[in-house]
Nanobody, 117 residues
Framework: VQLVESGGGLVQVGGSLRLSCVASGAISGVNTMAWYRQAPRKQAELVASISTTGDRASIEDSVKGRFTISISRDNAKNTVFLQMNMLKSEDTAVYYC?????????WGQGTQVTVSS
C-alpha cells in the first residue's frame, strides 16, 4: 500500500485548506482510511476516519464542525480528502494519512499545515 498526501501549506487563522491522500497498491482489503496529526511536542492524534464505502465517517470533537472527510474510489486507487475550514493556530501540525490493513498500519509521508495568526 502506498499513500501520498498533498495539500498542506501556510494559511492564516480562519482560512481553509484541503488535504488529499491517494492510496494505491494492494488496497483491495482496505475498509477504512483516516487522518492523524501530530503537533510539535505532542502525541499524534486521530482527526477523522471514513469507511471506503463512504457511508461511515467520524470526526474528532476538537475539529467537529470545521473539518470534513470524504472519499472517492476507482479501480486502482482510493483518495481521501480532509477539508479544513475555520482553521485555528492549534491546528498547526503534520497531517498523516493512515490505512489499517490486516495487522499493519500504513502511513503517508505527512504534509505540514501551518496556521498563522
Amino acid at each position: 500500500v502506498q499513500l501520498v498526501e498533498s495539500g498542506g501549506g501556510l494559511v492564516q487563522v480562519g482560512g481553509s485548506l484541503r488535504l488529499s491522500c491517494v492510496a494505491s497498491g494492494a488496497i483491495s482489503g482496505v475498509n477504512t482510511m483516516a487522518w492523524y496529526r501530530q503537533a510539535p511536542r505532542k502525541q499524534a492524534e486521530l482527526v477523522a476516519s471514513i469507511s471506503t464505502t463512504g457511508d461511515r465517517a467520524s470526526i474528532e470533537d476538537s475539529v467537529k464542525g470545521r473539518f470534513t472527510i470524504s472519499i472517492s474510489r476507482d479501480n486502482a486507487k482510493n483518495t481521501v480528502f480532509l477539508q479544513m475550514n475555520m482553521l485555528k493556530s492549534e491546528d498547526t501540525a503534520v497531517y498523516y494519512c493512515n490505512v489499517p490493513l490486516r495487522d499493519q498500519m500504513y502511513w503517508g509521508q505527512g504534509t505540514q499545515v501551518t496556521v498563522s495568526s
